[in-house]
């Protein structure tokens, strides 16, 4: 079975603050994920990664950064925390060929005060 | 018109109802498809995996895909109250490699 593990399943952090969120995967995956989740927004992609160094913007990367240095460890970094950024966030990976379907971590509930 | 639809519910139902949830899409290109169960204060957990037309049956599951009407259902036979979660459609099309592209989810309550 694929495992994702989020470091964090909560963290409070304060505004202004720099944030690291964990993610690893023990699947030796090729593509790795982050997304956050809203009420009535579903899940929007922030970033993601095909492989080791390389990373790609998703649809809302503004106030976000990542950092893959390994293959099995994808970072997500907000460099300033804000109010906005309370969410639930949740790291994904899959396996190269694009015909396989994304497996997800249990998710860290961040709250920025 | 957004590129996946998905009524958000909440749907209640009794324990042994059939469920029947659904997605419409707009991009043609859409070949894979996914739906995802996810549990309250939990990541979501794959449930079915299809690619392009047809339907495929897993124990009390079915996943159906209709691509000429770009709609996307799941049906769940006896609904149980551990069945109760967020149902998340996802879908991709092969050009845009591995990125999905989520329903906003349905929220299912099923009560014994």
């Known amino acids: 079975d694929v495992k994702v593990t989020q470091s964090s399943r909560y963290l409070v952090k304060r505004t202004g603050e720099k944030v690291f969120l964990e993610c690893v995967q023990d699947m030796d995956h090729e593509n790795m994920f982050w997304y956050r989740q809203d009420p009535g927004l579903g899940l929007r992609l922030i970033y993601f990664s095909y492989d080791v160094k390389m990373k790609e913007k998703g649809d809302i990367p503004e106030g976000y950064s990542v950092s893959r240095e390994k293959k099995e460890r994808f970072s997500l970094i907000l460099e300033s925390a804000s109010t906005n950024q309370t969410s639930m966030y949740l790291c994904?990976?899959?396996?190269?060929?694009?015909?396989?379907?994304?497996?997800f971590g249990d998710g860290t509930r961040l709250s920025i005060l | 018109q957004k590129e996946v639809e998905q009524d958000p519910g909440p749907l209640s139902v009794p324990e042994g109802a059939i469920v029947s949830l659904n997605c419409t899409y707009s991009n043609s290109a859409f070949q894979y498809f996914m739906w995802y169960r996810q549990y309250s204060r939990k990541g979501p957990e794959l449930l079915m995996y299809?690619?392009?037309?047809g339907n495929k049956e897993d124990g009390r599951f079915t996943a159906q895909v209709d691509k000429s009407s770009k709609y996307i259902s799941l049906f769940i036979r006896d609904s149980q109250p551990s069945d109760s979660a967020t149902y998340l459609c996802a879908m991709r099309s092969y050009q845009a490699g591995t990125a999905l592209i989520f329903g906003k989810g349905t929220t299912l309550s099923v009560s014994s």
């Open positions: 299809t690619y392009s037309s």
């Open positions: 994904a990976s899959l396996t190269g060929p694009s015909n396989q379907p994304q497996h």
